[in-house]
């Protein structure tokens, strides 16, 4: 029987133990960096736009759904699509938006005027009078044409949105919190006695 060379196995082993020890901080650096990839995402400021109905008007809104503040939010509409709306007002205050910078804090949200739902004889608004025509055949277009946004916050995110209108009302209903049901409620119980 051959004499073992215990200095050839310690240093297999020696070597076996590094290999494995290499491995092993391999993954629990790829597992660190997994996690403070899922971190930030979870904290990460995120914009939703969307189109919304209140008061009368289309409205275009800006969440933030994300945990930390978004600033620096810089923002463009195209002209396409601004072009068709009928108020100048609403033309200069949505060409505004890009030479201004927004701050929005978690779950914070603008609402911008687009355009009325309908009207009933004439419609006024930043001084202009329109009648219930022109303002709903220029509803029946503007739904359909494409609104796209594009610009950037937080110094490192952009902003590339395409949307239409069409796409938030489309057999879709407003549905009122339960505060403002009975605020209506009452609101029509006062007009009948009165």
């Not at 899922?38 to 969440?63: C, N, R, T, V, Y």
């Not at 608004?125 to 055949?137: K, M, N």
Request: proline share 3%.
């Amino acid at each position: 029987m051959l004499p073992l060379d215990w200095v050839s196995v310690s240093s297999i082993a020696t070597m076996l133990m590094a290999l494995a020890t290499f491995f092993t901080l391999h993954q629990n650096r790829k597992q660190l960096n997994e996690l403070k990839r899922q971190w930030k995402d979870m904290h990460d400021p995120k914009l939703i736009f969307s189109i919304i109905s209140a008061e009368g008007m289309f409205h275009l809104k800006i969440k933030n759904i994300g945990q930390s503040v978004a600033f620096n939010i810089r923002f463009e509409i195209c002209d396409s699509f601004i072009d068709k709306l009928l108020f100048e007002g609403i033309k200069e205050m949505l060409r505004s938006l890009s030479t201004n910078y927004l701050i929005l804090n978690p779950n914070e949200e603008r609402c911008y005027m687009l355009f009325p739902i309908h009207s009933q004889g004439t419609f006024t608004l930043f001084g202009e009078r329109l009648s219930a025509t022109i303002v709903e055949e220029n509803i029946d277009k503007i739904i359909f044409e494409p609104i796209i946004i594009k610009g950037s916050y937080n110094n490192s995110f952009s902003i590339n949105e395409r949307f239409i209108i069409d796409n938030f009302i489309n057999n879709s209903i407003k549905i009122d919190g339960e505060i403002v049901a009975q605020l209506k409620m009452i609101s029509n119980i006062l007009k009948e006695k009165i």
